[in-house]
DNA sequence: TATTTTATTGCGAATAAGTTGCAATAATAC
DNA sequence: GTATTATTGCAACTTATTCGCAATAAAATA
């Protein structure tokens, strides 16, 4: 399955890695100046995030986020277990670059993780 | 809206209380030894969260569990942000009583917190 | 450059989780 | 016992995401 370069796929990671934000797919069809398929914009994610290239946030609310999310020293590499934050005033979903610590008793293994933090954000506070 | 005993809502928190797993409705109405609406159980479980009887938890899977999840030594109170462990390999969601700690930049406001970390738990090891 | 291969797309339909309106039921207060 | 209203069941609805399939178009090949 080799990849492919669309106007599609180079038209939501411009707007992913422009974005300071995490989007869902709706988002990402209205933010965007062409006309996608909704379907088509869940392929190219779900592609991204096989390739690594994005990574996804489940909310609260059970909706799917995407970031392409980065260190701040070192930009291309991705962070791997942050924080999330949800402002629950202007409802926007934002990588943090605090990572996730835990220490967890012996005989589970983590393989990932899924953490949002809910409140008010920087923005709006 | 004072609240009301139904041997709907005593036979959902009994079963709550009798398991080590947070549950989701249809494995409520799987579980559970007595017929219950649908719709019904999703009101049972919200008027619980609202009252803190049980908290909720999203996963990754977009999908909404409930558990009635006390502290090891004083098993009334509560722990108010704590690890959920997904398991991959049964397919389970526990609270664990492990705290969400995080040191987070000035201007958030956290309030709430859904921190879910998948992988293999201790049965399945 | 022309042809072939197959990854990608759009469309519509399907699936699945959760909610809501409404009338019937039943717990509790009086 | 009667009245009040919280709770329930049912069906319909909403919303997010996925899937099958045929059409399109990148990229590889001739
Ligand atoms: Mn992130
Ligand atoms: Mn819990
Ligand atoms: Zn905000
Ligand atoms: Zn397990």
Redesign the interface.
């Known amino acids: 399955m080799n990849r492919r370069n669309t106007p599609t796929k180079e038209a939501i990671l411009d707007l992913l890695s422009n974005s300071t934000k995490a989007l869902s797919q709706d988002a990402i069809e209205r933010q965007i100046n062409i006309k996608i398929n909704r379907a088509t914009i869940y392929r190219v994610l779900n592609r991204f995030c096989d390739d690594d290239v994005v990574h996804?946030i489940?909310?609260?609310?059970?909706?799917?986020y995407f970031a392409v999310c980065k260190k701040c020293e070192n930009p291309q590499e991705v962070i791997q277990h942050h924080?999330h934050?949800r402002c629950?005033l202007c409802d926007t979903i934002e990588c943090?670059q605090?990572p996730?610590?835990?220490?967890?008793?012996?005989?589970?293994?983590?393989?990932?993780?899924?953490?949002?933090?809910?409140?008010?954000?920087?923005d709006c506070?």
Do not use: H, I, R, T
């Not at 489940?58 to 799917?64: L, P």
């Not at 967890?104 to 920087?122: D, I, K, M, R, T």
């Open positions: 996804k489940v909310a609260e609310d059970g909706k799917q924080f934050f629950l943090l605090v996730v610590e835990y220490s967890f008793p012996n005989g589970y293994e983590v393989q990932n993780a899924n953490c949002v933090l809910s409140g008010v954000c920087n506070s």
